[in-house]
């Protein structure tokens, strides 16, 4: 699109096309050589990671902590469930024993 706004405004197309072309790389370029560059030390971190993890008994213990927190997780959401279930049946008893018929039937305070 900018190369028709320039084309169409000057009828220069090789030089247009040409400024097109260098601006792309002033910007594509630099992006390019950083990835490159990000690349290299991402592949070198997960190769230390890798490295680190399958010495000794690493791994295991991430894998039994990954486990006790599983367990703990599902035990909380259990004892939510059971919780919120009982607190609500409890208000729900409390809120039919206080209707308008009930309350009509309490004595005024003198």
Do not use: H
Not at 3 to 31: A, H, R
């Amino acid at each position: 699109m900018l190369q028709k706004d320039l084309i169409g405004l000057y009828y220069k197309t090789e030089e247009s096309l040409f400024m097109l072309v260098v601006g792309y790389l002033i910007i594509l370029l630099p992006l390019s050589l950083f990835g490159s560059m990000a690349r290299k030390e991402v592949e070198n971190m997960l190769a230390t990671v890798i490295d680190l993890l399958s010495k000794g008994t690493n791994l295991e213990r991430l894998l039994y902590g990954l486990w006790i927190t599983i367990k703990l997780s599902l035990i909380s959401a259990i004892l939510s469930v059971i919780f919120w279930n009982t607190f609500w049946a409890f208000f729900m008893v409390i809120k039919k024993s206080c209707n308008k018929d009930n309350l009509s039937n309490i004595p005024p305070n003198n």
